[in-house]
Structures are given as C-alpha cells and as structure tokens.
C-alpha cells in the first residue's frame, strides 16, 4: 500500500526533515521491527534560569575524536577484507565454472566414440 504524502508537510530537500517525517520513519522502523534500537542522547533542561542544558550521550557513543578515528579506521579495514573475501569467491566461481565447461566439452567429445565402440561389438 503506497501513502502519498504532499511534499510541503515533509520539508525541503537536504534540510532538518519534520515531525511527520521522523514520526512515519519511526512506526516503519517498529513494523518493520528493525533490528537496533533508536538511541538518541538524554538532554536535561536547567532547573534553575541562566544555567545551560547539558547532554548526556549514550555509553557506547564514541565522544573523542580519537575513538571516532580509530573506529574509522576499523571499519574500513574491516570493508576492505570483505571486499577481498568477495571478489576471491568471484574468482573462485569463475574458476569452477570454467572447469566444468572444459570438462563437458572433453565429455561431449570422448561420449560418442564410447558409443561406436559399444555398438559395433
């Protein structure tokens, strides 16, 4: 079932997408029943006035900028070795499919003269 949605409630393109947005990608992600859970920062407001909110971010949030590289930098090995392992099992397959082209064609060639023989004796 498609919802159509005009494009003036969603906002404009490349900017901060508005509540009806963020509300219809929140019940799509629990009916699709996503996977991770939505983990947003805690903000508390001040109790008294003039004093400044402060944030508390989730514990496995990276906050450093060093954590944040050398996550990066993880990943990215980790992309590499998987491209790796991909394009090894592509050439693999390729391989065995070769493999089984030449062995049909040695096959097709040496079947009939099997033939022949059985027939003529």
């Not at 509540?19 to 699709?32: A, D, F, G, I, N």
Request: without cysteine; proline residues 8%; charged residues 25%.
């Amino acid at each position: 079932m498609l919802n159509k949605v005009d494009i003036k409630t969603l906002g404009h393109k490349n900017s901060i997408p508005l509540e009806p947005y963020l509300k219809w990608v929140r019940t799509r992600t629990q009916s699709l029943m996503m996977p991770y859970p939505s983990i947003l920062p805690v903000i508390f407001e001040p109790v008294k006035e003039g004093e400044v909110p402060y944030t508390i971010l989730h514990p496995d949030m990276p906050t450093s900028l060093e954590d944040l590289q050398r996550d990066w930098i993880q990943l990215k090995g980790e992309r590499d070795t998987f491209e790796a392992q991909f394009y090894a099992s592509g050439r693999k397959v390729l391989e065995l499919t070769r493999l089984l082209h030449e062995e049909q064609t040695l096959n097709a060639y040496i079947a009939p003269k099997r033939m022949r023989t059985t027939f003529l004796s």
